[in-house]
């Protein structure tokens, strides 16, 4: 199936009412909703990701396109689960312990869902057992930690020390990111990537994975 154009622009600005009545049209023509999703849908976030970076679009308007993407998954989840669509991974994300900011994981969390990830959310103030618990119960190939406050980013050391001390560390990539993260500190902590928005944060779960 080649690209839907207007499905594509939809989601590109963000139009939430078109995007759901372009998926409503395809799924009563019994169109392929895997492969509108999967040629259409996560190729548009990519770009939304991509302009963000280029500084061609700024948050507002990437949280617009996000929530329409959502709003898409939304209609179209159902039917996926019924064909047993595979997701192209599994992250793991909160806002450490003691940081209760959560617009910038949520954003993350749109994003990463909007590549075609599944998203396991934790939410926020979210203690180092609670990630070891999540690693456990779910078995995402990612955790994805966020600070927006110095003072909680030592979490993230004690969260990576939990998951050694519990076993499972081998077992996920671990991302992290927020306001006062930087690469430096990325690699001083031994995480595996660090992201600093949420269009870079989806671009990292993409190489992770080893996906384009």
Same mark, same amino acid.
């Given at each position: ?24 049209? $395809? ?25 963000? $970076? ?26 996926? $689960? ?29 994003? %990463? ?47 990576? $020390? ?5 076993? %499972? ?44």
């Amino acid at each position: 199936m080649a690209r839907n154009e207007e499905l594509y622009l939809a989601i590109l600005k963000g139009d939430r009412a078109n995007v759901q009545a372009i998926l409503q049209n $395809a799924i009563n023509l019994n169109q392929d909703v895997n492969e509108l999703l999967e040629e259409t849908m996560i190729p548009a976030m990519r770009e939304v990701g991509e302009r963000f $970076a280029r500084n061609e679009i700024y948050v507002p308007e990437m949280l617009i396109s996000a929530r329409a993407m959502q709003a898409g998954l939304t209609l179209i989840e159902p039917i996926l $689960a019924k064909s047993n669509h595979k997701a192209r991974g599994k992250i793991a994300i909160g806002t450490v312990k003691g940081d209760l900011h959560d617009i910038g994981k949520n954003l993350v969390s749109m994003m %990463v869902e909007g590549s075609g990830f599944e998203v396991i959310d934790l939410g926020t103030d979210v203690p180092p057992q609670k990630f070891v618990d999540a690693v456990k119960e779910h078995q995402p190939d990612i955790v994805g930690m966020s600070a927006l406050l110095t003072t909680t980013t030592k979490s993230m050391p004690a969260t990576l $020390a939990a998951l050694t001390e519990a076993g %499972v560390r081998d077992q996920v990539k671990v991302i992290i990111g927020g306001a006062p993260i930087t690469d430096d500190f990325a690699v001083k902590i031994g995480a595996d990537g660090f992201a600093a928005d949420a269009g870079s944060a989806a671009r990292a779960a993409r190489a992770l994975m080893g996906l384009a």
